[in-house]
């Protein structure tokens, strides 16, 4: 690096004249290098140093003060220079970056033969050789196989076991371990997965299977395949069934998942992703041994009761299929269940004992309510605060359901911090629910919110019955009213074989004790048309397809009657939104005033915003639409565009006539010219500058300025001339000598 120069006059008078001094050879004032000038010197200081304030000494650049990104490790300072170092057990790759070093390849370790060297980042351990017990034989250092012309390898299970340590290196690790990489789901992408490091000997490969959902490891002999799949719903109820079946836990299983839709009348079984996108049913139904209907989860779009039912019965016969392979998959691993332990139970005296002392004072505090209330309220807002469901994709949520559990619904205390399961769960199947009915082009953000006030039954069918009323009370124009219903189970065993229903009842909007001590929660939400939402818990083994026919029907007849019930109080959306709402407009701002309109740097938009509260977002070039949270806001930025964007005292020309033109203004490019006294000046450009009269030819689209010619009239056909004087008064010409001849 090189520093400024201090220079100093030095001459020698001489017979011949002045004679420069050459101070660097006489000497030599600088502590590295001198470079002598006519009259002067001038200090440098070498590579690594810099001038002192003298310009003559030179100090060391501490470079590793610059940034703390100098070295991957540790940077060190060193006169004139700085150099970067490794940790033990790393060397030093190129000048800046820190590399492992593998001992177990250089030879460097001390392991005995017997020992097993374990390289990892910064060191290195020795471990006890794994052996390979017959009749399996060591191929590699790390492998054992048994050989297929072995007859006794013939008769064991194809299997691979993998066996692996954790080895802490208790070290500052500059570089990744080996580790596999899934990126999250970008649009109109697939999931990817990267090896990020550990591959160096090319052992294994990624490659892509069925389409978007899962990326395969492979090993580089095609032998064995791990799969890397990106779960979905049904594919997690599935493996966990298939875990639970080769463990030793006992359980009712196996159950099987799958995913049913609808596509132009056509079911879809395990539907891709861009099928789903245009499928009016989704629907997740989980199934038992026997054609049993265990769990259901469902979305649509005034799906047909036939259809839905359709629907169901088609997923189970597909879920049976994944029932056989994972009881094939048990026989063959033939594990034997746990017996569980009898769990403590308290003597029944001595609970009803407990019962009959706390019982006085709990029914003194707590009511036994007998329905369910909830308190539904909608509220707009502008498009720009449409939900971001995904931090990558552009995907937003114009509508959404708020719903609100407080300890009260229950009459009992405690903590309210958070969205706890139940207000997650129960929120979005009344938001699913509701989702079919609104219209997408709805010009604000829809939030409604559910309060529930007491709970003793479906809390999340009566926030949809009243989300529904909150919106047609709000002006929403909803296609429909929803409505929907709880169906609960009371159901007898057979005796002799436990998993089959001897006897049942079904139980229309059930209650709390119905719920708690029945055998099934049975959730459906619709409009008079179809189907929107339904969700099914069963606390038995399974259900056979025909109860689950008959609660489809059972809920189908009772939503019906609360939507009579509803259109008694509201039959349809309000026509107008109520007074006190907020207001949506459209207002057309010209290209030549949007500058104006808008302000330097946006002033005018962020000043009309504070000062009415309303909300500005540009649809084109010439619309932008204003969101304001009440009418009188909508009428005060009203008059403000207005304000704005009106023309002071301009007089209206005529498009291609002839004006006389007063000079205010002289420049390099141009001249400034006024039609009239209260007129801004505008630029007459050189290339329009020909005679003494200018022509108005319209303004520029981009900034609204004049534009004016003298050049276009040179043409000698019959022009008209006007003259606009203090008044306004116009004269006329008839033909372009006597325009020229005007001054």
């Not at 191929?139 to 050989?147: A, D, F, K, L």
């Not at 979905?232 to 159950?255: F, H, M, Q, Y």
């Not at 498009?655 to 007063?662: E, K, L, S």
């Amino acid at each position: 690096m090189s520093g400024k120069t201090k220079k100093y006059l030095a001459f020698l008078r001489s017979k011949i004249g002045r004679q420069d001094i050459n101070e660097c050879e006489v000497s030599n004032p600088c502590q590295h290098q001198c470079y002598n000038l006519l009259g002067s010197f001038m200090c440098q200081c070498d590579q690594g140093y810099e001038l002192n304030r003298d310009r003559v000494t030179c100090q060391d650049i501490d470079e590793c003060s610059f940034s703390s990104y100098m070295c991957q490790y540790q940077c060190v300072n060193e006169p004139g220079r700085y150099s970067c170092v490794c940790p033990d057990g790393y060397q030093l790759q190129g000048t800046r970056i820190c590399q492992d070093i593998n001992e177990c390849e250089t030879g460097t370790d001390n392991c005995r033969e017997d020992e097993m060297c374990w390289n990892y980042y910064g060191g290195f351990r020795c471990y006890p050789r794994n052996p390979c017990h017959e009749p399996y034989i060591r191929t590699s250092e790390n492998r054992c196989v048994c050989p297929s012309g072995n007859p006794v390898c013939r008769a064991v299970a194809h299997s691979i076991v993998y066996k692996y340590m954790s080895i802490p290196s208790d070290r500052s690790i500059p570089a990744d371990v080996f580790q596999i990489q899934a990126t999250n789901i970008y649009a109109n992408t697939i999931n990817t997965f990267r090896i990020k490091s550990g591959n160096e000997g090319g052992e294994f490969f990624l490659r892509a299977s069925q389409g978007a959902l899962c990326v395969g490891l492979c090993y580089n002999s095609g032998m064995h395949t791990m799969e890397l799949k990106i779960l979905e719903a049904k594919n997690i109820i599935s493996a966990t069934s298939a875990a639970l079946a080769v463990s030793d836990i006992p359980w009712n299983g196996p159950i099987g998942a799958v995913r049913m839709g609808l596509v132009d009348g056509e079911f879809l079984v395990n539907p891709t992703r861009k099928e789903m996108s245009s499928s009016t049913l989704n629907l997740v139904v989980v199934g038992g041994p026997h054609s049993q209907v265990v769990m259901m989860e469902a979305a649509g779009e005034n799906v047909l009761q036939q259809d839905f039912c359709h629907a169901v019965k088609l997923g189970v016969k597909h879920t049976q299929q994944i029932i056989l392979a994972i009881q094939q998959l048990a026989k063959e691993c033939s594990v034997s269940k746990r017996t569980p332990q009898k769990l403590f139970a308290a003597v029944a005296e001595i609970v009803e004992y407990a019962k009959q002392l706390a019982s006085e004072k709990i029914y003194a505090v707590f009511t036994d309510s007998s329905h369910d209330k909830v308190f539904c309220t909608v509220t707009f807002d502008s498009l720009e605060s449409n939900i971001k469901t995904d931090i990558i994709t552009t995907a937003v949520r114009g509508s959404f359901l708020m719903f609100q559990f407080p300890p009260y619904a229950t009459n009992e205390i405690g903590k309210m911090s958070g969205m706890n399961r139940r207000e997650l769960g129960h929120g979005a199947l009344a938001e699913k629910s509701l989702k079919p009915v609104i219209p997408k082009d709805f010009p604000f953000t829809i939030r409604v919110t559910s309060e529930v006030l007491e709970s003793n039954g479906s809390s999340s069918m009566a926030s949809a019955c009243g989300g529904s009323l909150a919106l047609m009370d709000a002006g929403v124009p909803i296609s429909s009213a929803v409505a929907g219903v709880a169906i609960g189970l009371i159901s007898k065993p057979n005796p002799e074989n436990p998993s089959e229903i001897q006897d049942y009842k079904l139980l229309t909007d059930i209650l709390g004790i119905e719920d708690y001590n029945g055998d099934m929660d049975f959730k459906m939400a619709g409009t008079n048309k179809g189907i929107t939402a339904l969700q099914a818990d069963v606390k038995i083994p399974g259900l056979p397809l025909k109860i689950v026919m008959e609660a489809i029907q059972q809920a189908t007849v009772a939503k019906k009657e609360i939507l009579g019930i509803m259109n008694k109080a509201i039959a349809k959306p309000r026509l107008n939104r109520k007074e006190n709402g907020p207001v949506v407009e459209t207002v057309r701002v010209p290209i030549s005033k949007r500058a104006r309109f808008v302000g330097p740097g946006g002033y005018n938009l962020r000043k009309l915003q504070a000062e009415t509260g309303v909300t500005i977002s540009q649809v084109d070039e010439e619309t932008f639409s204003i969101f304001a949270p009440t009418p009188s806001a909508m009428y005060e930025a009203q008059e403000f565009i207005s304000e704005i964007c009106k023309d002071d005292q301009e007089q209206q020309l005529e498009f291609g006539a002839v004006y006389t033109a007063t000079i205010t203004e002289i420049r390099d490019i141009g001249a400034m010219v006024k039609l009239y006294p209260n007129m801004s000046a505008v630029l007459l450009h050189n290339s329009q500058l020909d005679h003494k009269r200018v022509k108005y030819f319209g303004r520029d689209p981009t900034d609204g300025r004049m534009r004016l010619s003298r050049k276009v009239l040179q043409s000698p056909t019959a022009t008209v001339v006007k003259t606009l004087s203090d008044k306004f008064s116009i004269a006329v010409g008839t033909s372009n000598s006597q325009a020229s001849n005007a001054s």
